[in-house]
């Protein structure tokens, strides 16, 4: 009897999946600020910016009217939103993408899981290439699928090669690839070509592909594809978070293949029912901010030129080709076997906070440590100086 009881609130084995360690670097850096300490920001991976002003106001005008606009919307959304959204793509790309294609959901995460649901079953295998955001890979455990993670490096510019992924298809055949351009951690980007030659040879081999195109928009070295461009078969997911400043919005979208949207909206109607729909309103009034978000990329151009320039001269001169999203990936192994004591103690002693690679690499991130620059011109002057002072004492 009580053993029995004792077993109701057992987690299951599929819930043990690891805490998302930047988390615990901002609880830390929380702590620091609560005892009167100056922190530069640098963990975590999320605009300082506002949403735009034109967001904003539509949902001011929403939350002032009679509210009967704020009920459940359609699981897939707000028409009109899908309708824009699909425009984006005519606009941004001249892709053509019918607004029927377009499922809004709460954030990229949601759509993670609509995706892996939609087309995994349990025991498939999904290529990842690593260093990668480790939800995809704790969704997928979850989810009781296979992440199978491919190295990148140098000679395709931290890409996943199409050599590699086939690869591990010969190995066990694989159901998905799950690619993304700009990527988080490492910033860096795909050129077209790489990109399509990988959807093209994937989806020859049978392997569908998730293409997370989260941080598009924010390309720097070289403008970003959507995957949409080389195949129709493609499952794309984006996001208003990072371009768009609207992080805690929770709004993002697939843009899925004719078989698969019709499945997602029924798992959507039972997950979720919809999307917040005050956030809806202020995505869709969102693509009529550009003009702001372009101010706000121009000030992410600059920090990025400051990191580039200033860090190498802290003698933090090892990172990747820092290509787009918001993100400076430096090796640290010239200082410390250890980027996660190296992370605590930049913290500590020099007030900076950055990511330790361990979050984005289970084998390789001992060596690296990601710097977010989505925060003011001031932060980024100022973290220089201090990681500057910090690496002499150190060294
Ligand atoms: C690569 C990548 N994909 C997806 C997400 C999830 O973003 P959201 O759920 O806010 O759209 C993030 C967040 O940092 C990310 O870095």
Same mark, same amino acid.
């Given at each position: ?31 620091? &600020? ?15 910016? @506002? ?27 707000? @028409? ?29 995460? /949601? ?70 351009? @700009? ?12 990109? /399509? ?15 997370? &195109? ?44 004719? /078989? ?33 978000? &372009? ?24 990172? %990747? ?25 930049? %913290? ?33 002057? &100022? ?13």
């Amino acid at each position: 009897m009580t053993s029995d009881r004792a077993r109701l609130c057992l987690p299951s084995a599929r819930s043990d999946v690891p805490p998302f360690m930047v988390m615990d670097v901002m609880s830390a850096a929380a702590r620091l &600020e609560q005892a009167g300490r100056h922190v530069v920001h640098m963990e975590v991976g999320q605009p300082e910016a @506002p949403a735009p002003s034109t967001a904003l106001a539509a949902a001011r005008a929403a939350l002032s009217g009679s509210g009967a606009a704020l009920g459940y919307t359609e699981s897939l959304g707000i @028409p009109s939103l899908r309708v824009r959204i699909a425009r984006h793509y005519v606009e941004t790309y001249g892709e053509a993408v019918d607004p029927a294609s377009v499922l809004v959901t709460t954030g990229s995460s /949601a759509a993670f899981v609509l995706a892996f649901l939609a087309l995994l079953e349990p025991g498939d295998r999904v290529a990842l290439s690593v260093p990668a955001y480790p939800p995809y890979r704790h969704i997928l455990t979850a989810l009781g699928c296979v992440p199978v993670l491919i190295r990148t490096g140098p000679e395709a510019r931290y890409a996943m090669t199409t050599e590699a992924l086939l690869a591990a298809h010969r190995e066990a055949p694989l159901k998905a690839v799950l690619i993304a351009s @700009p990527a988080n951690p490492t910033g860096t980007m795909m050129t077209s070509d790489a990109l /399509a030659r990988l959807v093209a040879t994937a989806e020859d081999a049978g392997i569908a592909v998730i293409s997370d &195109e989260i941080y598009h928009g924010l390309d720097y070295a070289f403008p970003a594809t959507t995957a949409l461009t080389t195949s129709r078969k493609t499952v794309v997911i984006n996001s208003f978070s990072k371009y768009f400043c609207m992080t805690g919005w929770r709004v993002g979208w697939i843009v899925a293949p004719d /078989a698969l949207v019709r499945p997602m909206e029924r798992l959507h109607q039972n997950l979720a029912i919809s999307v917040p729909t005050l956030s809806q309103v202020a995505a869709e009034a969102a693509f009529d901010g550009r003009a702001e978000m &372009e101010a706000v990329k121009a000030g992410y151009a600059r920090n990025r030129e400051i990191l580039t320039t200033g860090l190498p001269a802290c003698g933090l001169d090892r990172f %990747l080709p820092v290509d787009g999203a918001f993100y400076l990936y430096a090796d640290v192994s010239a200082f410390t076997p250890d980027s996660h004591a190296f992370a605590r103690a930049l %913290l500590e002693e020099a007030g900076v906070a950055a990511t330790p690679g361990l979050d984005f690499d289970p084998a390789e991130g001992h060596r690296w440590v990601r710097f977010s620059y989505a925060r003011s011109q001031a932060d980024m002057i &100022e973290a220089v100086a201090r990681i500057g002072r910090w690496l002499k004492g150190a060294g």
